[in-house]
């Protein structure tokens, strides 16, 4: 499985961002899998944003529920993110993952390249 | 909100051992993974549930994981290996990042 973002690479203060990962080599409602995504800013650590299931059900970061959406496009294979009001705090790389999970444990595999978005205006 | 704390930095010469840490309350309690991040590249994952290591990686990587530390490390460190490692684990349903190591091989 291989995953790919895209998106535009500049978003203006208090504009919507807008992300797509494109899964391939396999299907996203592959049940082995949900989906993530996960940003950088620049010289900081990694921040989990936050999931979906192949069923629909997301969880979210508690620090960006209020402005995050991550859907889910099957027939396109497509999974998206969408943050709202955003700041130059915003402005970081963002990866998307697949998540392998069992009964009791989860870890991020395979990510994507990672695409720059930087908030200004 | 739970926090894993990593030291900023580690230096190893080549062909040494070099040991990464990650510390959370109680986190020996969860599962713990690592993620080798080199630049201009995506995070790989090199060990999950806290000990075992994905099909590709080198067996000079190995993990555990007790009490309140998770560790990784890397035997035979070579210069490939020069990298920012960073520590994860669940908490609550929330994805939790350490701070990261960047790991010098001098």
């Known amino acids: 499985v291989q995953l790919q973002e895209s998106g535009p690479g500049l978003v203006k203060p208090s504009q919507t961002l807008s992300l797509t990962c494109t899964v391939s080599?396999?299907?996203?409602?592959?049940?082995?899998?949900?989906w993530s995504w996960i940003r950088q800013p620049a010289g900081k650590g990694l921040e989990w944003i936050g999931r979906i299931y192949t069923t629909g059900s997301t969880n979210y970061n508690p620090s960006l529920k209020s402005r995050v959406t991550i859907s889910l496009d099957t027939s396109k294979n497509q999974f998206s993110l969408k943050l709202n009001s955003v700041t130059t705090a915003d402005t970081a790389i963002y990866y998307c993952?697949?998540?392998?999970?069992?009964?009791?444990?989860?870890?991020?595999?395979?990510w994507g390249q990672g695409t720059l978005v930087t908030v200004s205006s | 909100s739970y926090e894993l704390t990593q030291p900023p930095s580690v230096s190893v010469s080549p062909g040494q051992t070099a040991s990464i840490t990650c510390s959370g309350d109680?986190?020996?309690?969860?599962?713990a993974c690592w993620y080798q991040h080199k630049p201009g590249q995506s995070p790989v994952l090199v060990i999950f549930q806290d000990t075992k290591r994905p099909s590709g990686i080198p067996e000079r990587f190995s993990g555990s994981n007790s009490g309140n530390t998770a560790t990784l490390t890397i035997s035979g460190t070579q210069a490939m290996d020069e990298a920012d490692y960073f520590c994860q684990t669940w908490d609550s349903s929330t994805a939790v990042f350490g701070g990261g190591t960047k790991l010098t091989v001098l």
């Open positions: 080599g396999g299907s996203i409602t592959n049940t082995n899998y949900y």
């Open positions: 109680k986190l020996g309690d969860k599962y």
């Open positions: 993952a697949g998540v392998t999970y069992t009964t009791s444990s989860n870890w991020f595999d395979p």
